[in-house]
């Protein structure tokens, strides 16, 4: 069964840092693009960041470029967003999901499997 797990979250204050983790059960993330996402209170959710499979390349929006860096891990199978001078407004619940094309993109329809999500909450 395919399953993807994101951990990491919680409260944390403007300037901190987290890391998020996206690990992966039935299949091997390597072959595949991994986007992470997030979704705050009255908002649509939108593309944070996502990277291709096998060695492909990070892509960031705007708005965390510079402070968010995607990576992975093939040993643990996992895929990481390190978050850093985080600001109120990366307050949201963060989601990564698998595109098994290996390409990518900004958009949901693109994957194919979502994890559960996880509460990052900048708050002072």
């Known amino acids: 069964q395919v399953q993807l797990v994101e951990s990491g979250g919680g409260l944390v204050q403007p300037g901190g840092s987290l890391r998020l983790s996206c690990a992966a059960s039935?299949?091997?993330?390597?072959?595949?693009?991994i986007g992470w996402f997030r979704q705050a209170p009255g908002k649509e959710r939108e593309g944070v960041s996502y990277?291709?499979?096998?060695?492909?390349?990070?892509n960031y929006a705007d708005s965390v470029k510079g402070r968010f860096t995607i990576s992975r891990d093939s040993a643990r199978n996992t895929v990481y967003l390190q978050m850093n001078s985080l600001k109120p407004e990366d307050t949201a619940v963060y989601y990564c999901?698998?595109?098994?094309?290996?390409?990518?993109?900004?958009?949901?329809?693109?994957?194919?499997?979502w994890g559960q999500g996880t509460q990052v909450t900048v708050s002072s």
């Open positions: 039935g299949f091997n993330l390597d072959y595949y693009a």
């Open positions: 990277i291709g499979s096998n060695g492909g390349s990070a």
């Open positions: 999901a698998a595109d098994g094309s290996g390409v990518g993109s900004w958009y949901e329809v693109t994957y194919d499997d």
